[in-house]
């Protein structure tokens, strides 16, 4: 019968059954005592919202409800840009973009938290780069800054670690993306490198002209020297009487139809003839 008191209890304890287990549901959904933490994660255990020295690993954990909250922190490398405007030594405006891996280290991933907090990008890393740039950049020129990048980039890395890693940062990687400067100071550096390409075309020039110089006086030695050493031989061979002798050898045997006054007869030596 179903309105016997027997059917009327059984329903009323398998709606209390139900009511029950809607109830442990909602509680277990709400103050969840259960805590995963995943793959490249680590757990930061608050009680009564402290931070404890506890700190969850990977994998299924029971924590107490109301009492204790966790906070999952990615320890997992990490990739940021940031952009920071310095200055150089010559006061030149420096405008770079820096790229950074990093990761936390795992074992203190609470210090972390207690101390920064979870927007450490914001309100640490990035204030520390644009402190460790404007350190470097402010030792070199703009012209240095260019000409000696890599070396600017290892100083500026040096620098941003011994600001974080003290914290619990880990740099993995470092590099600069971008040096840009103004547009004034690029002009000006274009200028001045056509400048120092036409004083070295000019350079270049002078040193040809100069070659070519070189060339003609050792030139005109040489042809001086060789008409020293062919007066020399003459005078050796006989002097005038070897000039006249390869005049005769050279001469056709004709004599002059038109005679010059005062000239004499060629080959004939009046003064030798008396």
């Known amino acids: ?38 793959a490249g994660q680590r757990g ?29 922190m990615n320890v997992q490398t990490q990739k940021m840009e940031v952009k920071a405007v310095a200055y150089s030594k010559d006061i030149q405006t420096v405008d770079s973009v820096i790229a950074l891996n990093y990761r936390l280290q795992a074992d203190r991933v609470n210090n972390i938290y207690q101390t920064i907090g979870d927007s450490f990008e914001d309100t640490f890393i990035s204030p520390a780069i644009q402190e ?25 890395k040096v620098t941003l670690a011994d600001r974080i890693q003290n914290r619990g940062f880990i740099i993995d990687a470092f590099s600069i993306v971008n040096f840009d400067f103004s547009d004034a100071y690029e002009k000006a550096n274009e ?52 000039v006249k002798l390869k005049a005769i050898e050279k001469w056709n045997g004709s004599v002059p139809t038109t005679m010059i006054p005062n000239a004499a007869v060629p080959f004939i030596d009046l003064n030798q003839a008396k």
Request: hydrophobic letters at 50%.
């Open 44 to 72: 930061v255990v608050m009680n009564w919202g402290a931070v404890s020295n506890d700190i969850m690993q990977e994998g299924l954990h029971l924590r107490i409800p109301i009492y204790q909250r966790v906070k999952v």
């Open 132 to 156: 460790s740039i404007k350190a470097i950049t402010a030792k070199y020129t703009a012209q240095e800054l260019i000409e000696k990048r890599s070396m600017v980039s290892d100083e500026i």
């Open 1 to 38: 019968m179903i309105n016997s008191p027997i059917n009327k209890k059984a329903t009323m304890k398998l709606i209390s059954g139900l009511i029950l287990l809607i109830v442990v549901i909602v509680i277990f959904g709400i103050v969840n005592p259960l805590v995963i933490i995943g």
């Open 191 to 242: 200028d001045k490198q056509v400048a120092q390409a036409n004083v070295l075309t000019a350079q270049n020039k002078l040193e040809e002209v100069k070659i070519e110089a070189e060339q003609r006086v050792a030139q005109a030695k040489a042809e001086a020297e060789a008409i020293k050493i062919q007066a020399e031989a003459i005078t050796q061979q006989g002097g005038a009487d070897y």
